[in-house]
């Protein structure tokens, strides 16, 4: 709790103020029994018209007051309940910045989006909705019964059984109801799993017809919650039953001994009307407060799921930080192992070394699974080495803050991304301050002014979401022109020319070259005419590297270039002939 009011320090006096309306509104409301037993008693015995009308001006006048208490309450309480989920939002999400790869690989999408709306939903409702009844009840409660034994208190000892009752019943159904809620949480971070999924795919399952599989899909996992939210409801419901139970019980029990001592003059009609109405109120009052700790019992269980996400430590830290900035982009890799879990039995990369020289062009290549995206994620920190080490501009890569270590890496990854607004707003996520002529020379390098000028309002041309209203080459082009505009010390392109032509390809890598020579480019490619100009070729299998070399000396001497390279449909040099035969007959002789 001592978490939770940390957001509420900005609301103090909202809460405040919404406090003090509940508890003299509850005052003014428990004064109006008693009006009407001094009617009933003296007004109407002695026949007192001026009394009557004196008394109901003072019923009309408290119930006025608690109406106008009423309004300003619920002013307050929606500015304070609001606020607090609004501020719990804000700092859940700022943390979620804060997270590296492998703790939004812990937390799952969907998971993350839940806690940040629905859990924090559930607790903003239960502020707007629990802060009345949670105050109001037990001033209610003490009064309320307080003022019952005044007026009788042998039949008020009614509530010495009345409440424990409840009571127990509330503790049972609460005890029963709180790891359901939790369940039912759960349920719905799979529901948004399978829509955020579909919604994604949305192509590939039309593409395939499969919809029914997707439906049936969905049906499985919305059933799922159905049955956790049927399970915690119809538990928590119980509550209004016994709470029912309890009270009929009551108030026959008081009918029936307060009428016996209105029979034997032991207590008047007003007495007892006004003793019936304390005990409504008392039984409303812990009618009210059994329904808040129900309240209370989820928003606990959204809030420990919050609490999961603000108290993750992110995984890469900026502990052992200078600072110091990226000056020329050279690139050494010391012996490095990776893997995504410590608990993994194998690394994804295995004693990886290699030397990359400030302004080289350099080129990865391998068969899939080769862990070659995963490399190229390594040198802006995206993951942390499991061993080893990485150095740049000859410091360790943890010297360099995160922000400056990225600042100076621009990188257009496997899946590119573009974001709702226009092709300017997108590109601008580069360089903010960018000037058209900028954004002009980084759209001519990336080849995008070949279709910016197709486009309906060119730059300003409204993207929709996920950039769906461009093409695949186009949206890469789009993507490779931002990092450009980025002015990095190193542009990595992971695999983010494949939807362009080989035509295009080459201009753009020609670009490159020619306007930015400085610059150390890393190039994650599939096809080896994307990077056969390359200073030098990195071939990585099964995450380890296999060869280092350029196109021409990789081709006459290793297989698995000479394999990719024969298979993009090209003939094989003379020289490589002659070696692969003096292979295949060293194999035999092997043999």
Same mark, same amino acid.
């Given at each position: 709790?001592?978490?939770?009011?940390?957001?509420?320090?900005?609301?103090?006096?909202?809460?405040?103020?919404?406090?003090?309306?509940?508890?003299?509104?509850?005052?003014?409301?428990?004064?109006?029994?008693?009006?009407?037993?001094?009617?009933?008693?003296?007004?109407i015995v002695n026949r007192?018209? *001026?009394?009557?009308?004196?008394?109901?001006?003072?019923?009309?006048?408290?119930?006025?007051?608690?109406?106008?208490? *009423?309004?300003?309450?619920?002013? /307050?309480?929606?500015?304070?309940?609001?606020?607090?989920?609004?501020?719990?939002?804000?700092?859940?999400?700022?943390?979620?910045?804060?997270?590296?790869?492998?703790?939004?690989?812990?937390?799952?999408?969907?998971?993350?989006?839940?806690?940040?709306?629905?859990?924090?939903?559930?607790?903003?409702?239960?502020?707007?909705?629990?802060?009345?009844?949670?105050?109001?009840?037990?001033?209610?409660?003490?009064?309320?019964?307080?003022?019952?034994?005044?007026?009788?208190?042998?039949?008020?000892?009614?509530?010495?059984?009345?409440?424990?009752?409840?009571?127990?019943?509330?503790?049972?159904?609460?005890?029963?109801?709180?790891?359901?809620?939790?369940?039912?949480?759960?349920?719905?971070?799979?529901?948004?799993?399978?829509?955020?999924?579909?919604?994604?795919?949305?192509?590939?399952?039309?593409?395939?017809?499969?919809?029914?599989?997707?439906?049936?899909? /969905?049906?499985?996992?919305?059933?799922?919650?159905?049955?956790?939210?049927?399970?915690?409801?119809?538990?928590?419901?119980?509550?209004?039953?016994?709470?029912?139970?309890?009270?009929?019980?009551?108030?026959?029990?008081?009918?029936?001994?307060?009428?016996?001592?209105?029979?034997?003059?032991?207590?008047?009609?007003?007495?007892?009307?006004?003793?019936?109405?304390?005990?409504?109120?008392?039984?409303?009052?812990?009618?009210?407060?059994?329904?808040?700790?129900?309240?209370?019992?989820?928003?606990?269980?959204?809030?420990?799921? @919050?609490?999961?996400?603000?108290?993750?430590?992110?995984?890469?830290? $900026?502990?052992?930080?200078?600072?110091?900035?990226?000056?020329?982009?050279?690139?050494?890799?010391? #012996?490095?192992?990776?893997?995504?879990?410590?608990?993994?039995?194998?690394?994804?990369?295995?004693?990886?070394?290699?030397?990359?020289?400030?302004?080289?062009t350099v080129g990865i290549?391998?068969?899939?699974?080769?862990?070659?995206?995963?490399?190229?994620?390594?040198?802006?920190?995206?993951?942390?080495?499991?061993?080893?080490?990485?150095?740049?501009?000859? #410091?360790?890569?943890?010297?360099?803050?995160?922000?400056?270590?990225? $600042?100076?890496?621009?990188?257009?990854?496997?899946?590119?991304?573009?974001?709702?607004?226009?092709?300017?707003?997108?590109?601008?996520?580069?360089?903010?301050?960018?000037?058209?002529?900028?954004?002009?020379?980084?759209?001519?390098?990336?080849?995008? $002014?070949?279709?910016?000028?197709?486009?309906?309002?060119?730059?300003?041309?409204?993207?929709?979401?996920?950039?769906?209203?461009?093409?695949?080459?186009?949206?890469?082009?789009?993507?490779?022109?931002?990092?450009?505009?980025?002015?990095?010390?190193?542009?990595?392109?992971?695999d983010s020319t494949s939807?362009?032509?080989?035509?295009?390809?080459?201009?753009?890598?020609?670009?490159?070259?020619?306007?930015?020579?400085?610059?150390?480019?890393?190039?994650?490619?599939?096809?080896?005419?994307?990077?056969?100009?390359?200073?030098?070729?990195?071939?990585?299998?099964?995450?380890?590297?296999?060869?280092? *070399?350029? #196109?021409?000396?990789?081709?006459?001497?290793?297989?698995?270039?000479?394999? @990719?390279?024969?298979?993009?449909?090209?003939?094989?040099?003379? $020289?490589?002939?002659? /070696?692969?035969?003096?292979?295949?007959?060293?194999?035999?002789?092997?043999?």
């Open positions: 709790m001592k978490k939770f009011l940390v957001y509420t320090k900005d609301y103090k006096k909202e809460l405040i103020l919404a406090i003090i309306c509940i508890e003299v509104e509850t005052v003014f409301e428990l004064i109006i029994p008693m009006i009407m037993a001094d009617i009933i008693d003296v007004g007192d018209r *001026g009394y009557i009308l004196w008394k109901g001006f003072q019923m009309v006048a408290c119930a006025a007051i608690s109406l106008w208490l *009423g309004i300003l309450y619920a002013r /307050f309480t929606a500015a304070c309940g609001n606020g607090i989920g609004a501020a719990i939002r804000a700092a859940e999400f700022k943390k979620m910045q804060t997270y590296s790869f492998p703790n939004t690989d812990k937390f799952s999408v969907p998971s993350l989006v839940t806690r940040l709306t629905s859990d924090v939903t559930t607790i903003q409702n239960s502020i707007t909705n629990g802060l009345r009844p949670g105050f109001r009840s037990p001033v209610m409660l003490f009064i309320a019964i307080f003022l019952s034994f005044k007026i009788n208190a042998a039949l008020a000892v009614v509530f010495l059984i009345a409440a424990p009752m409840l009571g127990i019943s509330l503790f049972f159904i609460v005890k029963n109801v709180r790891p359901l809620y939790a369940r039912m949480q759960a349920a719905v971070d799979y529901v948004n799993r399978i829509i955020q999924e579909n919604l994604a795919a949305i192509r590939v399952v039309k593409a395939y017809v499969r919809e029914d599989y997707e439906i049936a899909k /969905f049906e499985e996992v919305n059933q799922n919650l159905r049955n956790n939210s049927e399970k915690a409801f119809s538990l928590a419901v119980l509550n209004m039953p016994a709470f029912q139970f309890v009270m009929y019980v009551t108030i026959i029990s008081i009918l029936w001994f307060g009428g016996n001592l209105v029979a034997i003059g032991g207590m008047k009609v007003g007495s007892l009307t006004s003793f019936l109405s304390y005990v409504l109120q008392v039984l409303n009052s812990l009618m009210m407060f059994s329904n808040v700790f129900l309240m209370f019992t989820r928003s606990l269980t959204s809030w420990r799921r @919050i609490e999961e996400v603000m108290e993750e430590e992110p995984a890469i830290k $900026d502990d052992l930080a200078k600072d110091i900035e990226m000056k020329n982009g050279s690139i050494r890799f010391e #012996h490095v192992y990776f893997k995504y879990k410590e608990t993994a039995k194998e690394y994804v990369l295995s004693d990886i070394s290699l030397d990359i020289q400030s302004g080289q290549i391998g068969p899939t699974g080769s862990s070659k995206s995963t490399l190229v994620q390594l040198i802006p920190r995206l993951y942390d080495v499991t061993a080893g080490n990485i150095m740049i501009d000859g #410091h360790p890569i943890f010297e360099f803050t995160q922000r400056n270590l990225r $600042d100076s890496i621009a990188m257009v990854l496997q899946r590119n991304t573009l974001f709702s607004g226009t092709v300017r707003e997108n590109l601008l996520w580069g360089k903010e301050d960018a000037t058209p002529e900028e954004i002009e020379r980084a759209c001519r390098i990336a080849c995008v $002014d070949e279709f910016i000028g197709r486009l309906e309002d060119g730059y300003d041309t409204e993207l929709g979401q996920g950039g769906v209203n461009v093409s695949g080459g186009q949206k890469q082009r789009l993507c490779i022109a931002r990092a450009i505009l980025k002015a990095p010390r190193v542009l990595i392109l992971d939807a362009v032509d080989t035509a295009t390809e080459a201009r753009i890598k020609e670009a490159l070259n020619k306007e930015l020579p400085g610059m150390t480019k890393i190039i994650v490619a599939q096809r080896i005419t994307s990077i056969m100009d390359a200073d030098q070729i990195i071939i990585l299998d099964d995450g380890k590297i296999n060869a280092i *070399g350029t #196109h021409e000396t990789l081709l006459k001497s290793n297989e698995i270039y000479r394999d @990719i390279y024969s298979r993009e449909g090209n003939e094989p040099t003379s $020289d490589s002939l002659d /070696f692969g035969d003096c292979l295949r007959q060293q194999q035999g002789g092997n043999l």
